[in-house]
């Protein structure tokens, strides 16, 4: 046995369907992202792989996401872990993509804007699975996170991962081989085909 992450994006919330950048505002799921955390629960429950608990960053997005997998596969939801929550985006919080084009321009990501540093969003995030690879290092956990984060964990974890849009409650799966992780899914969401696409 080896330790086995199912990384999971919460499921939608009405900035993300406005394309307001979140960071760690705290905003809750809307009625679609519920419905897209109900079938990937659907999903995993109808899987043969056995998850032992759910662990999500404690912003509510995430934490409603986790409770609905919980609740569906009848494992336990841990308490929140702060390390796991969304990067900071500074003054870009609350902003659309036009709105951040007017005020910053075409580069606004590279400008300093108040936002979190990859190297701190990488420091929290490999300090979270060091702690669960040297506590539970045979457990079956999903954890439930955010777009920005994720797409640092993963560079870091795997560095050969083909760099790809994570999108609302998209799951990827690795397991911990020594020190290194083999990738058994990467960033998928086929779960959400039979719902209605936003547009």
Do not use: Y
């Amino acid at each position: 046995m080896s330790l086995i992450i199912g990384l999971i994006r919460h499921g939608e919330t009405e900035w993300n369907a406005v394309g307001r950048i979140q960071g760690q505002t705290d905003i809750s799921l809307n009625e679609a992202g519920i419905r897209q955390a109900r079938a990937l629960a659907a999903r995993l429950k109808a899987e043969d792989r056995v998850w032992d608990a759910v662990v999500s960053s404690d912003l509510k997005r995430a934490r409603e996401t986790a409770r609905i997998l919980a609740d569906a596969l009848g494992i336990p939801l841990l308490p929140p872990d702060p390390r796991i929550r969304e990067r900071s985006f500074g003054l870009a919080e609350g902003t659309t993509e036009e709105e951040r084009l007017r005020r910053w321009g075409a580069d606004w990501r590279s400008r300093d804007v108040g936002q979190e540093s990859d190297d701190s969003v990488q420091k929290r995030g490999l300090a979270f699975i060091a702690d669960w690879q040297a506590r539970s290092p045979e457990i079956r956990l999903l954890v439930v996170s955010h777009g920005s984060i994720l797409a640092v964990l993963l560079r870091a974890l795997c560095s050969d991962l083909e760099d790809r849009r994570i999108g609302n409650m998209s799951l990827s799966i690795l397991e911990s081989a020594g020190s290194d992780w083999r990738v058994l899914l990467q960033n998928c969401s086929k779960h959400l085909d039979t719902l209605e696409t936003r547009s």
